[in-house]
């Protein structure tokens, strides 16, 4: 069976920056597994999986427009310690939900602390960033009714409700 929309995919991965920093593994755990074809994944890394089948291994780099997006700037803002009220201590790591530019709820990074002013990044962690997945195909089977309205794999690995 090859990998095409509508089909739940379990991949092992390893995933390294260009320094070659490993930034995230499924080694020693369970596969990921995803619905081809519904955003579950990066689009690079899914367009360069279509096509592959149980026992495949590839190596493919993906540039930041088909990954994480390119860095924004605009996303970056210094607001004052106020607008963080009821939250007693602040540190730099420390993540937030906030309106974003398009009036959707995003999640924004405090990345500085100076004085009162507090310094937040809208921007996935990865933006910016080529990426460099190396990945087996595990395991390939058909997604049911329910996973394909629902937009994600069920059960092992995937979501439970």
Do not use: C, W
Not at 40 to 60: C, W
Not at 115 to 142: C, M, S, W, Y
């Amino acid at each position: 069976m090859q990998i095409a929309a509508n089909k739940a995919v379990s991949i092992d991965y390893t995933l390294t920056n260009d320094e070659g920093e490993v930034l995230d593994s499924s080694a020693g755990g369970a596969p990921l597994v995803y619905l081809h074809g519904a955003g579950n994944i990066i689009s690079g890394l899914e367009q360069a999986l279509e096509g592959k089948q149980s026992g495949d291994e590839l190596k493919v780099s993906v540039e930041p427009e088909n990954a994480y997006g390119e860095f924004s700037p605009e996303l970056v803002a210094v607001l004052g310690r106020n607008m963080f009220e009821g939250v007693d201590e602040l540190e730099v790591g420390m993540q937030f939900h906030a309106s974003g530019p398009d009036g959707g709820m995003q999640i924004v990074t405090i990345t500085a602390l100076e004085g009162d002013e507090v310094t937040v990044d809208g921007n996935h962690p990865l933006a910016g960033q080529r990426l460099t997945f190396e990945v087996k195909v595990v395991d390939i089977r058909d997604a049911s009714e329910e996973e394909m309205a629902h937009g994600h794999v069920h059960g092992d690995g995937g979501v439970e409700h």
